[in-house]
């Protein structure tokens, strides 16, 4: 399942700004719902891109593009702005139990920690520069066997989509973005 997942994210051309958090959620519609986006259509990758940016003038609005990622997940990929890595989003998709993963790689400040978030509270995250988990017996720790976080560029973030693969029961794919997921608009002011 490793060694190639970020190579995927790359094609993509989402190398220097991916920000995706995995909710185990099935339900796209009521992941969408809970975010307060307003559902603009059902798009595929390359459509969804296109869209970018919403708004105009100093005030683009964000994208989001959610899918169902296996039979008990759901992605949310953040197309344009950075909605989906506020803490307030998490806590409120969260709030009836549900568990979320949070993954953050931009140009600016590279890779973040990879955040566990549980019935609204962050409980568990890896530690983006020394790779080890806040809660040593925890989620994070039983599913990073036999991984390495070192080594060429790439490999920490391939690490933490394995990380977050083994957990889904799924690895993010290539037919992941060759399916069509909702195309949300992030209404301005909502935050």
């Not at 459509?47 to 105009?56: D, E, T």
């Not at 549980?118 to 036999?146: K, S, V």
């Amino acid at each position: 399942m490793s060694g190639h997942i970020w190579n995927i994210v790359r094609t993509k051309g989402l190398e220097e700004y991916f920000i995706s958090v995995w909710i185990d959620h099935s339900d796209e519609e009521e992941v969408a719902r809970r975010l307060g986006t307003e559902t603009i259509s059902r798009s595929d990758f390359p459509s969804a891109m296109l869209s970018y940016p919403f708004g105009v003038g100093d005030e683009p609005e964000e994208a989001l593009w959610v899918g169902r990622h296996g039979p008990q997940w759901t992605h949310i990929l953040q197309i344009s702005g950075n909605y989906a890595a506020h803490p307030a989003v998490h806590a409120s998709l969260t709030r009836d139990g549900e568990r979320l993963l949070f993954m953050c790689v931009t140009e600016v400040e590279g890779i973040e920690d990879l955040v566990l978030v549980e019935n609204t509270q962050r409980t568990d995250d890896i530690h983006a520069f020394n790779h080890t988990p806040t809660q040593p017996g925890g989620l994070f720790a039983r599913n990073m066997a036999g991984l390495s976080f070192d080594g060429p560029s790439g490999a920490q973030e391939d690490a933490y989509l394995t990380v977050i693969g083994r957990i889904t029961g799924m690895p993010l794919t290539e037919e992941w973005f060759d399916r069509r997921h909702l195309l949300c608009r992030v209404p301005l002011g909502i935050w």
